[in-house]
């Protein structure tokens, strides 16, 4: 489904291979200036970068980039906002089944309904996490770049994080590449494992 073949961006990031199949998690790990967000920016098609990318065997550089994007999409850290209310990010105007979608996701990562009221500036840095993985999600992109997305998330709310991934995954015939530096959520969600830093640099 997604294969990797000798992605780089000297300096920054040694080559990377790999291949997943659907439902497979890889979990990327390593010190920081590893390259580990170089990397999903390059998945990504963000940043330019050596090596090749194919998506349902079809090369990165043989699709257009906003297309690619919504098929291979990052979820960086720090989340982006682009108008005051939440409910601006999630518009009606959505099919209802999208709707109700998001709606028992808003559920299952223990946000309030009453949350698509507020503003963005009221929000905490870990409701703005799930709330823009859920609004990522509603895209049904079919690989999905997390980069450190439970960062600032309580257990119980990682766990809930998870658990959604993990039955999108199942669900939408996608598959994964995980930024962590949490060796247990590691353990928890990886099909494959790598990690970056350990050549020379």
């Known amino acids: 489904m997604f294969q990797v073949d000798t992605l780089s961006k000297?300096?920054?990031?040694?080559?990377v291979s790999f291949s997943l199949a659907v439902n497979e998690v890889l979990v990327v790990s390593g010190v920081s200036g590893s390259g580990k967000s170089v990397l999903?920016?390059?998945?990504?098609?963000?940043?330019p970068h050596e090596g090749?990318?194919?998506l349902?065997?079809?090369?990165?550089?043989?699709?257009k980039a906003t297309k690619w994007r919504k098929k291979v999409m990052w979820?960086?850290?720090?989340?982006a906002w682009w108008e005051d209310s939440v409910a601006a990010h999630?518009?009606?105007?959505?099919?209802?089944?999208?709707?109700?979608?998001?709606?028992s996701a808003i559920?299952?990562?223990?946000?309030?309904?009453?949350?698509?009221?507020?503003?963005?500036d009221k929000l905490s840095s870990g409701e703005k996490q799930r709330l823009a993985l859920i609004r990522g999600l509603i895209e049904k992109p079919q690989v999905l770049l997390l980069d450190e997305i439970t960062a600032n998330l309580d257990p119980q709310s990682t766990l809930a994080v998870e658990a959604l991934i993990l039955e999108?995954?199942?669900e939408h015939q996608a598959c994964a590449v995980w930024v962590t530096h949490d060796p247990q959520q590691a353990e928890r969600v990886a099909s494959q494992k790598i990690e970056l830093g350990r050549e020379s640099d």
């Open 52 to 54: 090749r990318v194919f």
């Open 107 to 120: 559920e299952k990562l223990s946000l309030p309904a009453s949350i698509l009221r507020q503003s963005v």
């Open 56 to 63: 349902d065997e079809k090369e990165q550089a043989d699709w």
């Open 168 to 170: 999108y995954l199942s």
């Open 90 to 103: 999630f518009p009606e105007s959505n099919p209802k089944n999208t709707q109700a979608w998001w709606s």
């Open 75 to 79: 979820f960086p850290a720090e989340t």
């Open 10 to 15: 000297r300096p920054f990031l040694n080559p």
């Open 40 to 47: 999903l920016r390059a998945l990504a098609d963000l940043d």
